[in-house]
């Protein structure tokens, strides 16, 4: 059973930055995708970032040229890099794998920013 384990959630002031890792049980070649949703409350999950091939990169819109996924040098590792943090950032981060049709998630980790 593939496991993710997500860390690095947090207390931040507006403008500052955070950064939180997915270690995952297995090399994260394995999987097609492995990336980061989030989900605040009363609010629908949405995409942050995700790494595709081990190379390419998708984000959502508002992370963009804020956040930066990437791969861990330990392999089984993918970090989110999240700069100029604000209130809008709260939410419950979630890590993600998919291999084909089946994917898994981390338990999530708390982001929360305030002044």
């Known amino acids: 059973q593939v496991r993710l384990v997500e860390s690095g959630g947090g207390l931040v002031q507006p403008g500052g930055s955070l950064r939180l890792s997915c270690a995952a049980s297995?090399?994260?070649?394995?999987?097609?995708?492995m990336g980061w949703y989030r989900q605040a409350p009363g609010k629908q999950r949405e995409l942050v970032a995700v790494?595709?091939?081990?190379?390419?990169?998708n984000y959502g819109d508002s992370m963009k040229g804020r956040f930066t996924i990437t791969r861990g040098d330990a392999k089984n590792t993918v970090w989110l890099q999240m700069n100029s943090l604000n209130p809008e950032d709260t939410a419950v981060y979630y890590c993600n794998a998919k291999v084909w049709v089946t994917e898994y998630w981390g338990q999530g980790t708390q982001v929360t920013v305030f002044s």
């Open positions: 297995e090399p994260t070649i394995n999987f097609d995708t």
């Open positions: 790494l595709m091939g081990g190379t390419s990169t």
